[in-house]
Nanobody, 125 residues
Framework: QVQLVESGGGSVQAGGSLRLSCRASGDTYRSRCMGWFRQAPGKEREGVVRLYIGSGATYYADSVKGRFTISQDNTKTTLYLQLNSLKPEDTAMYYC??????????????????RGQGTQVTVSS
């Protein structure tokens, strides 16, 4: 198992930036991919980005491409999401997720087996 704890959310004005963190513990070495997804009230979960641990490949949703950047620390126990040029439509609860089965990674982070409790991002216009 892996435990995930997000932090770094907050309230910002449009155009602002935030950096989300996700601290992983437990069987982190088993993670084959990690990522972030978000969910706004009344909307479906949306995969934001996924990262393949082995290759380092990343896949971003079109809605955040060029504005958000995923990264990981050298120990591979903390995942980051840099959010730049934030828009009101980015307002959502952001979740970190991890998956042990490589074949499931392409499903997107909203479907991964392990997820954290989320951190709220609110962007005002």
């Amino acid at each position: 198992q892996v435990q995930l704890v997000e932090s770094g959310g907050g309230s910002v004005q449009a155009g602002g930036s935030l950096r989300l963190s996700c601290r992983a513990s437990g069987d982190t070495y088993r993670s084959r991919c990690m990522g972030w997804f978000r969910q706004a009230p009344g909307k479906e979960r949306e995969g934001v980005v996924r990262l393949y641990i082995g290759s380092g490949a990343t896949y971003y949703a079109d809605s955040v491409k060029g504005r958000f950047t995923i990264s990981q620390d050298n120990t591979k126990t903390t995942l980051y999401l840099q959010l730049n040029s934030l828009k009101p439509e980015d307002t959502a609860m952001y979740y970190c997720a991890a998956e042990f089965v490589l074949g499931y990674c392409s499903r997107g982070p909203a479907e991964y087996r392990y997820r954290g409790q989320g951190t709220q991002v609110t962007v005002s216009s």
